[in-house]
């Protein structure tokens, strides 16, 4: 059984509802990969899958939200890559940000200077936990993201991982009341930015977990305490320190890898970090990443 396409799924999020929450945490776990390599899927060619790799994929992403594929197009930086691979996904709405290039697919990777190298994608320093766009408002609300490799670093550039329905998991076990004050619409707030006297995005106010049209878990969360304002009470604080002391501990399901060139990750918008990285002359890390509007595979 998906978990995902169990139409007890919208239920088993609502604490209003312990059985269907049981029924779908038995299904999800037993179901769950054990290790990063479940996870793997060779491709000859992402650009055109066969359809024995797309469903291998979709499997894996309908069981832990998230694929990775593993193809021989190392090192070949054709942005049609990713693009053609999230197509067959459904994958049609980029998140474009101002800096992205203008087909929304971004090249991270060590910028020398500029607008670029003052956001931490952009360095080769790590990045705390986090899902992808957490800033945006609810209407560009990022659901899947693809990060192709088209070079890795000399060393590090790791990524940790957690399925964010894991996560739900992990804190709802604990204490249902962790769920409640993160499913509250104004547990988390991040403030406006602004650039020269002018707002480039707007104060953005929601939950951190929420449940979608199609009865699907999304999720927004950074560990950054900068540029973040959390809803000051003691069950927020409370369930923040919790998900604070999960996502500090490893736990078996956790996976840590790195994309080598030509591999990629597919998913839904998961928890993860990246490690810091050192790069050399003949090795500079370049990762394409794409964010979408999308479900993988919901279209
Ligand atoms: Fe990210």
């Known amino acids: 059984m998906n978990p995902a396409a169990d139409t007890r799924a919208g239920a088993a999020f609502s604490l209003e509802n312990e059985a269907a ?5 038995s299904a999800k776990l037993a179901q769950f990969p054990k290790t990063l390599s479940e996870l793997v899927v060779e491709v000859r060619d992402p650009r055109r899958l066969s359809a024995g790799e797309k469903q291998a994929l979709l499997e894996r992403c309908a069981r832990a939200n998230m694929a990775v594929y593993a193809s021989a197009c190392a090192n070949d930086p054709d942005k049609d890559i990713p693009r053609q691979l999230g197509l067959q996904f459904g994958l049609r709405d980029l998140d474009t940000n ?3 290039d203008d087909d929304g697919i971004s090249p991270l990777s060590v910028a020398e200077r500029g607008t670029r190298g003052e956001f931490i994608p952009y360095t080769n320093r790590g990045i705390r936990w986090h899902t992808d766009g957490y800033y945006n408002p609810g209407e560009r609300t990022v659901r899947s993201v693809l990060l192709h490799c ?8 790791e990524n940790d991982l957690l399925d964010h329905e894991i996560a739900y998991i992990q804190l709802r076990d604990r204490d249902p009341q962790h769920v409640r004050a993160l499913m509250a619409p104004d547990a988390m707030t991040v403030p406006a930015r602004i650039e020269d006297g ?27 305490s900068v540029s973040i304002a959390w809803k000051q009470d003691a069950a927020t604080r409370a369930a923040l320190a919790a998900l604070d002391d999960i996502l500090g501990t490893t736990s078996p399901w956790m996976f840590r890898g790195r994309l080598e060139p030509g591999m990629g990750l597919l998913g839904n918008n998961v928890l993860h970090t990246r490690t810091p990285f050192t790069d050399a002359p003949e090795r500079r890390r370049l990762i394409y990443r794409a964010r979408y509007y999308q479900r993988v595979g919901a279209g």
């Open 21 to 25: 929450y049981q029924d779908w945490r």
């Open 198 to 224: 002018r707002i480039e995005r707007q104060e953005q106010t929601g939950p951190v977990f929420s449940v979608d049209a199609n009865a699907c878990l999304h999720m927004r969360y950074t560990a950054r």
């Open 98 to 100: 101002y800096l992205a």
């Open 150 to 157: 088209v070079e890795r670093a000399e060393s590090g550039g």
